[in-house]
């Protein structure tokens, strides 16, 4: 499917086109949902509730340019609800990890995730956008609902934890 059949779609996203964007944004959700929730069973289901919850209401979608951010503030509630519903956490399963072939490209970016370990869950997926998502400042801002400075201030504070904890870790 080609990304210029969409380039010129109404302000609405037909069945297809919404498959084909939230193909384009699975892995970007999964390393989001990941950093709230370590267990890779309840992050895929998270993902499908996700997935459910913005093709149902794929009506209320007022500009298609923002179904990213969109889909990822559905995401970021999703998870949210996960753990007032479930109130327990979960520690990461690495057999599960390294048996499922559809996230193998998590195992080449553990150790990302490893580094953002110490960060606060907002630092976490500021910094996955940032870098694994290479979104911008001003595209980050958007999709968390944040001031574009706030971001920035954010992802400087986010580098000085990661350096201090790479300092005293085991790497140095």
């Known amino acids: ?4 059949k969409f380039a010129f779609s109404s302000n609405h996203l037909s069945k297809d086109e919404f498959v ?17 929730i370590d267990n890779i069973e309840d992050v895929e289901d998270v ?17 298609t340019n923002k179904f990213d951010a969109w889909v990822i503030q559905i ?3 999703t998870c949210n609800d996960f753990y007032r519903n ?8 690495e057999n599960t990890v390294n048996e499922n072939n559809e ?12 580094l953002l370990k110490d960060l606060d869950e907002e630092e976490k997926i500021i910094m996955i956008l940032y870098y694994s998502d290479s979104s911008t400042t001003n595209e980050i801002a958007q ?8 971001v920035k201030t ?3 504070r986010a580098k000085e934890k990661i350096k201090k904890s790479f300092e005293r870790s085991d790497y140095v």
Not at 47 to 63: F, G, P, R, S, V
Not at 86 to 93: F, G, P, Q, R, S
């Open 75 to 77: 995401l970021l509630a």
């Open 20 to 36: 084909y964007r939230i193909e384009l944004i699975k892995k970007k959700m999964y390393f989001i949902a990941k950093t709230k």
């Open 47 to 63: 993902i499908q509730e996700t997935i459910y919850k913005a093709y149902k209401n794929l009506n209320k979608l007022k500009d």
């Open 143 to 150: 999709t968390l609902n944040l001031n574009e400075n706030t």
């Open 1 to 4: 499917m080609s990304i210029f």
């Open 103 to 114: 996230y193998s490209e998590f195992e080449n970016k553990y150790d990302f995730l490893t």
């Open 86 to 93: 479930k109130k327990e956490l979960y520690e990461i399963d």
């Open 154 to 156: 954010k992802i400087k």
